[in-house]
C-alpha cells in the first residue's frame, strides 16, 4: 500500500470542502481542471504574487507570467523551487509532470518543457488553484 506524503497544511476532506469553492475542491484535491480560457487569472495582466488558493503558500510572481496561447495562466518559473513539488502523471494515456503545492499538496496543474527563456519551462496552471495578492494589496497592508 503506498504511504500517503504529509504536508505541513494537512486537513481533512470535509475541512477543504468548508474552505474551498466547489471547483476549487475539484481542481485542487481532486485533480481537475478549468475548461481553457474561462479562468480569472488566464489574462490579467496585474503585478503582485500568486498563492495557492488552499493554503496561501507563494507560488509564482506576476514577472514570471507570460502569454503562451495554452488557455490557462502560464509561468516560466515559481517563486522558490521548493514552493511547489513534481509527480509523474500518466493519466488520460499521456505522460505529463504535475504540479502541486509543496505545503498542501494541492493539485495546481501541469509543468512542460516548450516554455521561453530563461528556463524553456511553461508551468500550466489552474486559476481555481491561485490566488492573487497584487503589488497594490501589498501597499495597503
Known amino acids: 500500500m503506498k504511504k500517503e506524503k504529509k504536508y505541513p ?18 481542481i485542487l484535491r481532486e485533480k481537475g481542471t478549468e475548461q481553457p480560457g474561462s479562468g480569472i487569472y488566464y489574462q490579467t495582466k496585474d503585478k503582485g504574487t500568486y498563492l495557492c488558493a488552499a493554503c496561501g503558500n507563494e507560488l509564482f510572481t506576476s514577472e514570471t507570467k507570460y502569454e503562451s496561447s495554452c488557455g490557462w495562466p502560464s509561468f516560466y518559473q515559481p517563486v522558490e523551487k521548493d514552493n511547489v513539488e513534481e509527480a509523474p502523471d500518466n493519466s488520460f494515456f499521456m505522460h505529463r509532470t504535475e504540479i502541486k503545492c509543496a505545503r498542501c499538496g494541492s493539485h495546481l496543474g501541469h509543468v512542460f518543457e516548450d516554455g521561453p527563456r530563461p528556463t524553456g519551462l511553461r508551468y500550466c496552471i489552474n486559476s481555481a488553484a491561485l490566488k492573487l495578492k497584487t503589488d497594490q494589496d501589498e501597499k495597503e497592508s
Open 9 to 26: 497544511v494537512q486537513k481533512s476532506d470535509d475541512e477543504w470542502k468548508k474552505e474551498l469553492t466547489a471547483e476549487q475542491y475539484h
